[in-house]
């Protein structure tokens, strides 16, 4: 169905896309993952030709996108793009933003436009909000109209660009749930996304981006369990892992639970089970850590193996395990653990390693 040969794609003297080459069948659903600044949005955007190719083979259909008489708007009509941003027209209500494409691009009629725009809205789950101005939405709502508003020009193919980035992270669930909802339906779709764990669960194909090439394909189990390339490898190891150099007199909470939750998240933890989980690191930093040592190092992890939580502390300060000192949280803690270790890594400085598996 799309077929990208040696494409190329460069801003003044970066090159972002140096040599992307895959082919993508009908109906098939590609996670695109990397570390940041990796050419993922750059590749979406040459597409549709938001972007235009330096050089290569865009072939959709057995149509070149890149070919001087090919017709790009009745490809881009084919080939539907929800952004980070909404781009919705805020002077529009949500019912008009919808079906505004198909009447003025289609040729349909009002009511036809209209009718089905109500179907759409009714499908993300904001019919009751197909007369408020986008204004009156939240991020995720907006984001769900977006959404709706590209099915309406009924596309093979759909790209999301990085589509929860833009969201606080109460509104992500509800916008990654419509398009797990859309993955049903034989749509062709290219995900861009940092969510890991939607990465993982939605995708029939990942491609791991790295240095403007698509360094791995896979399939999810094989790109987030059996990694066959070095830097694959490095990234997954790195997304199962999140780091913090602590300060006594400076302990941002609010950030720690931020990350620390967006970990749990990636790899599908109930809330009552992270707010559990996150109680008893800072039990562990205040109670123990922060009384004998100005600052800490805090490692929280999920194990590869079993995909259980755990994480470590290191800090300066006497060699010697807290928890001997604190009999009650020591009891409380091995209730919830299932292995603790005391031990010093190699400057001297003791460590503390509490793993749920």
């Known amino acids: ?146 959404i709706a508003r590209t099915l309406a020009m009924e596309p093979e193919v759909i790209l999301f660009d990085e589509p929860t980035s833009a969201l606080d992270p109460t509104m992500v669930d509800e916008v990654l749930n419509v398009i797990s909802t859309l993955s049903k339906t034989g749509i062709t779709m290219l995900i861009v996304t940092h969510e890991m764990r939607f990465a993982r669960s939605i995708a029939t194909r990942v491609f791991y981006m790295d240095r403007g090439v698509i360094y791995e394909d896979g399939t999810p189990e094989e790109i987030f369990e059996h990694p066959r390339k070095p830097d694959t490898a490095i990234f997954i190891k790195r997304i199962d892992m999140e780091f913090f150099r602590l300060k006594k007199n400076d302990f941002d909470v609010g950030h720690l639970r931020a990350r620390a939750g967006a970990l749990a998240d990636r790899h599908g933890f109930a ?25 800490a190092d805090l490692r929280i992890g999920v194990l590869r193996d079993s995909r259980l939580p755990g994480f470590s502390v290191v800090w300066d300060g006497e060699a010697s395990d807290p928890l001997q000192v604190h009999p009650e949280l020591d009891r409380e803690i091995r209730g919830y653990f299932r292995h603790i270790y005391f031990d010093e890594v190699e400057s001297g400085r003791p460590r503390l390693i509490f793993s749920m598996g």
Do not use: Y
Request: hydrophobic letters at 45%.
């Open 271 to 295: 809330p009552e089970d992270q707010e559990r989980f996150f109680e008893m690191i800072c039990k562990v930093l205040n109670v123990l850590i922060f009384p004998v040592s100005p600052g």
């Open 1 to 146: 169905m799309i077929e990208i040969r040696h494409l190329r794609k460069s801003f003044g003297k970066l090159a972002v896309l140096k040599d992307v080459n895959a082919i993508i069948r009908k109906g098939e659903i590609i996670s695109i993952i990397g570390p940041s600044g990796t050419g993922k949005s750059t590749l979406l955007r040459c597409l549709n030709l938001l972007e235009r190719p330096d050089g290569g083979e865009v072939i959709v259909n057995g149509v070149d996108l890149l070919a001087p008489r090919t017709d790009i708007s009745a490809v881009r009509m084919k080939m539907g793009m929800v952004f980070q941003q909404f781009n919705l027209f805020p002077h529009l209500t949500v019912l008009e933003n919808v079906a505004v494409s198909p009447r003025k691009l289609l040729k349909r009629s009002r009511r036809e436009a209209e009718t089905r725009a109500m179907e759409l809205l009714g499908m993300v789950g904001l019919a009751d909000k197909a007369f408020a101005l986008p204004g009156e939405l939240s991020g995720g709502q907006m984001q769900r109209v977006a």
